[in-house]
T-cell receptor, first 115, second 113 residues
Framework: GAVVSQHPSWVICKSGTSVKIECRSL??????MFWYRQFPKQSLMLMAT?????????EQGVEKDKFLINHASLTLSTLTVTSAHPEDSSFYIC???????????FGPGTRLTVT | QKEVEQDPGPLSVPEGAIVSLNCTYS??????FMWYRQYSRKGPELLMY????GNKEDGRFTAQVDKSSKYISLFIRDSQPSDSATYLC?????????????FGGGTRVLVKP
């Protein structure tokens, strides 16, 4: 089956610094990637959708200048949390979709802790 | 009111019992309905996918969709301790809305040996 990886799996950073999270599709070309945020015991909230080579589309209420998304190739998308604050601590999950497939394949997630 | 409502549980059942999960939704534009399983600190894994109303069976899993009532269900037969996880329903309007998924809050299930 299709495999999506994320790196790192867990990161701790100090308030005010920036953190980059990578999402890779290992065995298929991901024309579209999605980024979600999940707080403890809550569901996944879509942050943004990115298509390869295009600017990301952000959901209402998500700060595009704070959460920078780059989808430069068909196998890699990155999410950079700029000037992170403790309230940005969360579980960030990416998913990827190929072509006209309905199915999104999810990565294992990245746990971000901002101290 | 959330677009998709799901009882958070926890739902505790003995091994071998049937697990019954459900979600209600308010947006009649949803056409695609999915159930995901998520283990602690892992990404979601797709279990079942259904388009429009009807039933679908796959092994021990049965998904039902009743669009007239805006109600979907997932049944797990012969439950095993390895089925202990959080189950998320998700819905999509399809390509017209970018195929974005809207998730329910998840139901935590515990299957006791």
């Amino acid at each position: 089956g299709a495999v999506v990886s994320q790196h790192p799996s867990w990161v701790i950073c100090k308030s005010g610094t920036s953190v980059k999270i990578e999402c890779r599709s290992l065995d298929f070309q991901a024309t579209t990637m999605f980024w979600y945020r999940q707080f403890p015991k809550q569901s996944l909230m879509l942050m943004a959708t990115s298509n390869e080579g295009s600017k990301a589309t952000y959901e209402q209420g998500v700060e595009k200048d704070k959460f920078l998304i780059n989808h430069a190739s068909l196998t890699l998308s990155t999410l950079t949390v700029t000037s992170a604050h403790p309230e940005d601590s969360s579980f960030y999950i990416c998913s990827a979709r190929s072509g006209f497939s309905y199915e999104q394949y999810f990565g294992p997630g990245t746990r971000l802790t901002v101290t | 009111q959330k677009e998709v409502e799901q009882d958070p549980g926890p739902l505790s059942v003995p091994e071998g019992a049937i697990v019954s999960l459900n979600c209600t939704y308010s947006n009649s534009a949803f056409q695609y309905f999915m159930w995901y399983r998520q283990y602690s600190r892992k990404g979601p894994e797709l279990l079942m996918y259904t388009y429009s109303s009807g039933n679908k069976e796959d092994g021990r899993f049965t998904a039902q969709v009743d669009k007239s009532s805006k109600y979907i269900s997932l049944f797990i037969r012969d439950s095993q301790p390895s089925d202990s996880a959080t189950y998320l329903c998700a819905m999509s309007q399809g390509w017209a809305a970018g195929n974005k998924l809207t998730f329910g809050g998840g139901t935590r299930v515990l299957v006791k040996p």
